[in-house]
């Protein structure tokens, strides 16, 4: 059984940071791409990042270029995402998910079948 399990998530002002992690288990970690997706109160879910399986290639929403940095580190199973210059606008619950399929470093979205229970990131202005 693949379990994603995040944290990191909290309440900060705007122009503060936060570090997002997602600990995998029940699957050989580095042999899978991994994203993180958010979703605001009324909105769909969206695309905010992603790392292919070797940690070459990154992907990222334009609305998060530059102040987000997606990592991982395959020995300790864990994907980050580092947020930096947060704005009240990124406030979400923000979703870990995992590749369906080995090897890739581009992923569409209907590709990450597996998915973290999330965790709630509010930016005060």
């Known amino acids: 059984q693949v379990l994603l399990v995040e944290s990191g998530g909290g309440l900060v002002q705007a122009g503060d940071s936060l570090k997002l992690s997602c600990a995998s288990s029940g699957r050989p970690f580095s042999t899978y791409a991994m994203g993180w997706f958010r979703q605001a109160p009324g909105k769909e879910r969206e695309f905010v990042a992603s790392?292919?399986?070797?940690?070459?290639?990154?992907n990222y929403a334009d609305f998060v270029k530059g102040r987000f940095t997606i990592s991982r580190d395959n020995p300790k199973n864990t994907v980050y995402l580092q947020m930096n210059s947060l704005k009240p606008d990124d406030t979400a619950v923000y979703y870990c998910?995992?590749?369906?399929?080995?090897?890739?470093?581009?992923?569409?979205?209907?590709?990450?079948?597996?998915w973290g229970q999330g965790t709630q990131v509010t930016v005060s202005s």
């Open positions: 998910a995992g590749d369906g399929q080995v090897c890739r470093n581009y992923v569409p979205s209907s590709g990450y079948i597996y």
């Open positions: 790392i292919g399986w070797n940690g070459k290639i990154t």
